[in-house]
């Protein structure tokens, strides 16, 4: 981000732009994967919009870009790409199998923690992911560690049954804050032990960081986003507490 006067907030009014707004490297990765695969003019499929951005949606669809809901919407073979979310192993090796070549656009933090789900279940670890259940990337974290528990406040925590040694992951664009209060509650407990690996995305911390920020320091503050982002409804939520 520029300075103020660069913003245009020169002498108290404007237009300022939050520190860290902007698409991250996650989905820009993304986008620079599918722009590669379009080239070559066939169809690329996607399960889910690749961006929270209608208008960049619209300009890949113009290139051949195909959101769909289900694989069977996918017909003939062809290229299926996984967005930064990640996907369930399970709907990938369905995909493989219906002859569609997988193209692994998985944000590299969203699959260090699908990595350490797997790795901590595998040592006998009870893991418990900070997150919103229905999220597509929570749901492929479950998807690689199945037993793993979705939980997303604190009092949750406190209701689970629980007992040896559990492990705390957190969906990437999880709230820190709330981060924090959940590995309290599980610190509180009586459990052989308790592992917290804060697996939030910095670009997101810094971004919330930016716009909260900003909103107490200006008159009307505006979120520009996708309305199904947990990104963007996760800033609405910081900027209207300010
Ligand atoms: S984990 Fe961070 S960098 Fe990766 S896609 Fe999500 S917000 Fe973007």
């Given at each position: 981000m520029?300075?103020?006067?660069?913003?245009?907030?020169?002498?108290?009014?404007g237009i300022?732009?939050?520190e860290?707004s902007g698409?991250?490297?996650?989905?820009?990765?993304?986008?620079?994967?599918?722009?590669?695969?379009?080239e070559?003019g066939?169809?690329?499929?996607c399960l889910?919009?690749?961006?929270?951005?209608?208008q960049?949606?619209e300009?890949l669809?113009?290139?051949?870009?195909?959101?769909i809901?289900s694989?069977d919407?996918a017909?003939?073979?062809?290229?299926?790409?996984?967005?930064?979310?990640?996907?369930?192993?399970g709907v990938?090796?369905?995909?493989?199998?219906?002859g569609l070549?997988?193209i692994?656009a998985?944000c590299?933090?969203?699959?260090?923690?699908q990595?350490?789900?797997v790795?901590l279940q595998?040592?006998?670890?009870?893991?418990?992911?900070?997150g919103?259940?229905?999220?597509?990337?929570?749901r492929?974290?479950?998807?690689?560690a199945?037993?793993?528990?979705?939980?997303n406040d604190?009092?949750?925590?406190?209701r689970?049954?629980?007992s040896?040694?559990?492990a705390l992951?957190?969906q990437?664009t999880?709230?820190?804050?709330?981060f924090?209060?959940m590995?309290?509650?599980l610190?509180?407990r009586?459990?052989?032990?308790v592992r917290?690996?804060d697996?939030?995305c910095?670009a997101?911390v810094e971004r919330?960081?930016g716009?909260?920020?900003?909103?107490g320091?200006?008159?009307v503050?505006?979120?520009i986003?996708?309305?199904?982002?947990?990104?963007t409804?996760?800033?609405a939520?910081?900027?209207?507490?300010?």
């Amino acid at each position: 981000m520029g300075s103020d006067a660069q913003n245009g907030s020169a002498g108290g009014s404007g237009i300022r732009v939050a520190e860290g707004s902007g698409v991250c490297f996650g989905v820009r990765r993304a986008l620079r994967l599918a722009e590669t695969a379009l080239e070559s003019g066939e169809a690329v499929y996607c399960l889910g919009p690749l961006i929270h951005n209608p208008q960049e949606m619209e300009r890949l669809a113009g290139k051949g870009f195909r959101v769909i809901e289900s694989l069977d919407e996918a017909g003939g073979g062809g290229r299926l790409l996984i967005r930064s979310h990640g996907l369930q192993p399970g709907v990938v090796a369905e995909a493989r199998g219906r002859g569609l070549e997988i193209i692994d656009a998985t944000c590299p933090l969203v699959r260090r923690v699908q990595t350490l789900a797997v790795e901590l279940q595998e040592a006998g670890d009870r893991v418990i992911v900070a997150g919103d259940a229905p999220h597509p990337e929570v749901r492929a974290i479950r998807g690689h560690a199945p037993a793993a528990v979705v939980v997303n406040d604190v009092e949750a925590v406190r209701r689970l049954a629980l007992s040896g040694r559990v492990a705390l992951v957190a969906q990437t664009t999880f709230s820190p804050g709330a981060f924090r209060d959940m590995a309290a509650a599980l610190r509180e407990r009586d459990l052989e032990e308790v592992r917290v690996e804060d697996t939030i995305c910095a670009a997101t911390v810094e971004r919330q960081r930016g716009a909260a920020d900003l909103a107490g320091h200006v008159d009307v503050m505006f979120v520009i986003g996708g309305r199904n982002s947990a990104n963007t409804n996760r800033l609405a939520e910081l900027c209207a507490a300010r």
